[in-house]
């Protein structure tokens, strides 16, 4: 499955950001769906995943009540909404799929990836 991430941009510090995922190759329903992030510097971390179903979702302690994750199966398509964003949740994020049943945080699961889209909070 090929990935296709975007949406990044500049905003303000308390703005908001959709970052969409678009899958091609193969069906989308297929696969737990994941976003991480890294900064310049740094390891590239966890942000949120979502069940096949998209039934269920998690979130990493930094962006849990700001952060959704979501997907249209339908539209082969997974999202990312963020929200009151700050100035530290600039980096660039990544979309993933993982061919599995269950959530997972672990980046070594997630056998395909976008290329990343990038997002810049200004304070």
């Known amino acids: 499955v090929q990935l296709q991430a975007s949406g990044g941009g500049l905003v303000q510090a308390g703005g908001s950001l959709r970052l969409s995922c678009a899958a091609s190759?193969?069906?989308?329903?297929?696969?737990?769906m994941g976003w991480f992030r890294q900064a310049p510097g740094k390891e590239r971390e966890f942000v949120a995943t979502?069940?096949?179903?998209?039934?269920?979702?998690y979130y990493a302690d930094s962006v849990k009540g700001r952060y959704t994750i979501s997907r249209d199966n339908a539209k082969n398509t997974a999202y990312l909404q963020m929200s009151s964003l700050k100035p530290e949740d600039t980096a660039q994020y990544y979309c993933?799929?993982?061919?599995?049943?269950?959530?997972?945080?672990?980046?070594?699961?997630?056998?395909?990836w976008g290329q990343g889209t990038q997002v810049t909070v200004s304070s």
């Open positions: 979502i069940t096949r179903s998209g039934s269920i979702s």
């Open positions: 993933a799929a993982a061919p599995r049943e269950g959530l997972t945080t672990q980046a070594y699961d997630y056998s395909y």
């Open positions: 190759g193969r069906t989308l329903s297929s696969y737990v």
